[in-house]
């Protein structure tokens, strides 16, 4: 089963338009929560990353909200470029046992002109 | 350049082949793992290292073999390759604090015919 719900599999937004990106995860033992992004032909790579005693964090032009009590958080891209143009992956990890990543599906946007 | 480094990039295998996917990492990490990325399912894990001599299993390891004998390497075996292994394989490592992030290789792109 997957333990990262992310939604919606693709997106296209107009550039200077909002993307949002959500997800949901079920194991509440989950205490940190990165977003990754990843162009064609790359690995993904560290974008931005919350905890869950914060409910919003914000870095430029990207910003995650994080609701603990419904289990979702959610990824906004304000300002929408071509260049934001790649697949996001939302991710979790359980601090406590070796940190290890579990991602969500992913969401391929495409920003256009 | 510091990172992480994958080879080959792309192989093609036929049914029954065996072959070792090459990891190697210059930034002392002591955790390393390995993800397959498929169409609509995020990345999983395969399997994972804590440190030099210590692996384990992931999410999805039937068919993979690992071994990490040093710190800067840990090899991917497919040891009878099938098609149901085509994939996207990446390595990434992370430092002991994982809220610093992972750093992923560029991948390899297998094929199994």
């Known amino acids: 089963q997957q333990q990262v719900k992310q939604s919606p599999q693709s997106l296209i937004v107009q550039k200077g338009g909002i993307s949002i990106i959500n997800c949901a995860y079920e194991?509440?033992?989950?205490?940190?929560f990165p977003w990754y992004q990843q162009f064609p032909g790359k690995g993904p790579a560290l974008l931005i990353a919350?905890?869950?005693?914060?409910s919003e964090k914000k870095e430029g032009r990207f910003t995650i909200s994080f609701n603990k009590s419904a289990k979702q958080f959610s990824l906004h891209i304000m300002d929408s470029q071509p260049g934001d143009s790649a697949t996001y992956f939302c991710?979790?990890?359980?601090?406590?046992?070796?940190?290890?990543?579990?991602f969500g599906t992913g969401t391929r946007l495409q920003v256009t002109l | 350049n510091a990172g992480v480094t994958q080879t080959p990039k792309f192989q093609v295998l036929k049914t029954g082949q065996s072959m070792t996917l090459q990891c190697a990492q210059d930034?002392?990490?002591?955790?390393m793992s390995w993800y397959r990325q498929d169409p609509g399912m995020g990345l999983r894990l395969i399997h994972y290292?804590?440190?030099?001599?210590?692996?384990d299993q992931g999410e999805v390891p039937n068919g993979y073999n690992v071994s990490r004998s040093t710190t800067e390497d840990f090899p991917l075996r497919l040891l009878s390759a099938a098609p149901s292994q085509t994939s996207v394989y990446f390595c990434?490592?992370?430092?002991?604090?994982?809220?610093?992030?992972?750093?992923f290789g560029s991948g390899t792109r297998l094929t199994v015919v």
């Open positions: 991710a979790a990890i359980n601090t406590g046992t070796a940190s290890k990543l579990t």
């Open positions: 290292s804590v440190g030099a001599g210590i692996t």
């Open positions: 990434a490592s992370r430092q002991a604090n994982p809220l610093y992030g992972y750093t």
């Open positions: 194991n509440t033992a989950f205490d940190y």
């Open positions: 919350i905890r869950p005693d914060v």
């Open positions: 930034m002392n990490h002591e955790y």
